[in-house]
């Protein structure tokens, strides 16, 4: 990683940079590599250790899995599959290894109830088809709402997976909008790819901005480190570290800017790895297990995927959210037991390690990724407003269709550049 390192900074003094760019996630990198491009002197200041943000391979259990950032989406326009290949990095599409299997409550879903459970899928797209929105927003829960208190929890149960939020919690305008097409893959790893990504700027990691100061004529931001004085700030830190107040604004944020972090929450898609040795239980690699028992309490498995010594549990929505909070070791307990009705008691044996990095209650991200709420779904563009000339809120909320996406925040982030790079130096 040629990223510099945590370099000490001076205190208040003249400005510094052209350009601060607060984190250095892949909207971050995005902006700073343009803004670099373009003759103008951007510094990337970054409250971890590491770069890339909600795109992470955590290597912590030995085999490398993804913990963000997997898929890159729509391929067909996604930034990432340029970049990956100027680095030589290999993007395939998704192999479907060893096959999937519907449990509930630990034993393989009757065949009456999975067909019932598939007939609930489509309802969303169909609605979505059939139901005008032009005239006003639902939350998707009410774009369900005739299919009835059986079916409609099972209809929207895989959002708990895509979106990471209840169905009532969610914009159909927003759903709607949100862009598809192919899905490729990243097998060394797309956190690490996104890291990589960063090589050649001017980043500093262990730098937590607390306050940006855009009272005067420039910005001030201000760091462990002490002051860095630039002409224009790109704020790329997601919604949910907004929100939370854990960078102070000075003036505060215009009431537009403030109004349009209220229409947007965070998702919870949580993933949690066990390190599992031993024995492969006659399961082939690449299989996935659904606990779908309760809708609402969904669980995915990925069973040994690409033959590494791994499960990797997929959960979102509020019972990830219970499981953040409950931290670690409940949640070993808590996934030991449904693979034990599934697989048996030996399963828990062969569990030798867990690696949970909790986005919902991690202090850089506080959720997995945006989502608007009903009503709510102008308020993307709205966040991104330029604020006063020099401020600049960009990062995968601010993405409209791309948003939720690494691609998305990339395309956010040369947004902000494009933008700022249009005012005089
Ligand atoms: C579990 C999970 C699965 C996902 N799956 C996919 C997927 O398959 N495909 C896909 O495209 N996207 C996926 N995403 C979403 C994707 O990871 C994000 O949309 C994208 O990485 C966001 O990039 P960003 O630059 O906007 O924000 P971030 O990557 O969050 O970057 C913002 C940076 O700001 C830093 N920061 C926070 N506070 C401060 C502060 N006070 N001072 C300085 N720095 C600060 C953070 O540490 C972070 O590095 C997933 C996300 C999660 C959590």
């Known amino acids: 990683m040629s990223a510099s390192l945590a370099l000490p900074m001076r205190g208040a003094s003249a400005a510094e940079a052209d350009v601060i760019i607060i984190g ?12 670099k491009a373009a003759g103008r002197r951007a510094i990337v200041l970054e409250a971890r250790d590491r770069v890339g943000g909600r795109a992470f391979t955590d290597t912590s259990l030995g085999p490398a899995y993804d913990a963000g950032a997997m898929f890159i989406h729509w391929a067909e326009r996604n930034p990432w599959v340029q970049i990956a290949r100027d680095l030589g990095i290999a993007t395939p599409g998704e192999s479907w290894g060893g096959g999937f299997r519907v449990f509930a409550d630990g034993r393989p879903m009757a065949d009456a109830d999975r067909q ?16 005008d929105l032009t005239k006003r927003d639902l939350s998707v829960k009410d774009l369900l709402g005739d299919l009835g208190p059986d079916l409609a929890p099972i209809a929207s149960s895989g959002l708990l997976l895509s979106i990471g939020e209840e169905s009532d919690r969610i ?15 990243v097998p060394s790893g797309y956190g690490h790819l996104v890291a990589r990504h960063g090589a050649g700027l001017d980043i500093r990691l262990n730098q937590p901005a607390s306050e940006i100061r855009w009272d005067g004529p420039g910005v001030a931001v201000t760091t462990p480190s002490g002051t860095l004085r630039a002409n224009a700030c790109i704020v790329t830190v997601p919604v949910g570290v907004l929100k939370a107040g854990a ?25 949690i790895a066990l390190k599992v040795e031993g024995d492969r239980f006659g399961i082939t690699p690449g299989t ?14 990925d069973l040994f995927p690409e033959d590494k010594d791994l499960i990797v549990a997929y959960c979102g929505g509020d019972h990830a959210r219970e499981l953040s909070a409950a931290g670690p070791d409940a949640a070993r307990d808590h996934l030991t037991e449904l693979l034990t009705k599934m697989i048996g008691a030996d399963i828990g044996k062969a569990i030798t390690g867990i690696s949970f990095p909790a986005w919902w209650t991690d202090p850089f991200s506080r959720g997995s990724y945006s989502v608007c709420l009903p009503g709510r779904e102008a308020a993307r563009e709205q966040l991104a407003e330029p604020i006063g000339g020099r401020l600049f809120i960009a990062g995968e ?15 956010a982030g040369r947004a902000a550049a494009a933008a700022v790079a249009r005012i005089k130096a």
């Open 116 to 131: 019932k459970r598939r007939g609930a899928f489509g309802q969303i797209d169909r609605r979505l088809e059939t139901v």
């Open 24 to 35: 250095a996630g892949a909207a971050g990198l995005a902006a700073a590599h343009d803004l």
């Open 171 to 185: 914009s159909a305008r927003d759903y709607q909008r949100l862009w598809s097409g192919d899905d490729l893959l």
């Open 288 to 301: 996935s297990f659904l606990e779908a028992g309760s809708p609402s309490r969904l669980m995915n498995f």
């Open 247 to 271: 960078i102070r604004f000075t003036p505060e944020l215009p009431a537009r800017n403030r109004d349009a972090l209220d229409g947007i929450g965070m998702g919870a898609l949580t993933k």
């Open 397 to 411: 909320a601010t993405a409209g269709g791309g948003a939720m996406t690494v691609g998305g925040a990339t395309l």
